[in-house]
């Protein structure tokens, strides 16, 4: 069965600083990879997406993120963080079968910024 | 393009009851997913629905179904509401070879 871990529940950031959030997935074969972020009580926005490729994908609101086989890991960068970028982000896999099919998501990482 | 809607936006229900929430998808989408979501917890896959079609369906009771109607929007219906069933349910689009749209919830608290 498929699953993800996001280690880190709570993290704490000062503005401008980097940001990094760790995901790792269990799957049989690769897997579509996604990162999510929410607002408090709000939907969920696509941040970037992973199907094939280049293992570092660039995504919106100046967010990137590193596919790494070998560690099954998906973790989520920024350099430098806003503090609009307070929100709780969540690492999701799908199958490769077809991009909108079942998501399992992570538990997620809220995301505090520090002025 | 006014993406995924759903409705209500908040409703407040009392334990035994049955609720209806609705999904409109984004337009050209023809799929919708259902998910929970837990105060504190990452989304949780109920169901989905293709062609008027159960496709696939999470580790959901028989209290949790659904419906698409010809027009791809669908329903949720939640019977014998219990008040672990409170949470905000996300419902999500796509089409073939697209990644899923997210609408913004219906917060369901059940008294």
């Known amino acids: 069965a498929q699953s993800v871990t996001q280690p880190d529940i709570h993290i704490t950031v000062s503005e401008g600083a980097s940001l990094e959030l760790r995901c790792n997935y269990s799957?049989?074969?690769?897997?579509?990879l996604f990162w999510y972020v929410q607002s408090p009580g709000q939907g969920l926005q696509l941040l970037l997406k992973?199907?094939?490729?280049?293992?570092l994908v660039q995504g919106i609101k100046g967010f990137e993120a590193e596919f790494k086989r070998s560690q099954s890991s998906f973790n989520l960068r920024k350099p430098s963080v806003h503090w609009s970028d307070a929100a709780e982000y969540f690492c999701?896999?799908?199958?490769?079968?077809?991009?909108?099919?079942?998501?399992?998501f992570g538990g997620g990482t809220r995301v505090l910024v520090k002025p | 393009d006014a993406g995924v809607t759903q409705s209500p936006t908040h409703l407040i229900k009392t334990r035994g009851q049955q609720v209806t929430l609705r999904c409109s998808p984004k337009?050209?989408?023809?799929?919708v997913s259902w998910y929970q979501q837990a105060l504190g917890q990452g989304p949780q896959f109920i169901f989905q629905?293709?062609?008027?079609?159960?496709?696939q369906r999470g580790n959901f009771p028989d209290r949790f179904s659904g419906h698409q109607f010809p027009n791809y929007s669908s329903e949720l219906n939640v019977n014998a509401l219990l008040l672990g069933d409170s949470a905000l349910y996300l419902c999500?689009?796509?089409?073939?070879?697209?990644?899923?749209?997210f609408g913004q919830g219906t917060r369901l608290t059940v008294v």
């Open positions: 999500a689009s796509s089409a073939v070879n697209t990644e899923a749209f």
């Open positions: 799957y049989g074969a690769t897997p579509y």
């Open positions: 992973y199907f094939s490729g280049d293992t």
């Open positions: 999701a896999v799908g199958s490769p079968s077809a991009a909108g099919n079942k998501l399992t």
């Open positions: 337009s050209g989408h023809d799929t």
């Open positions: 629905y293709y062609e008027e079609e159960e496709r």
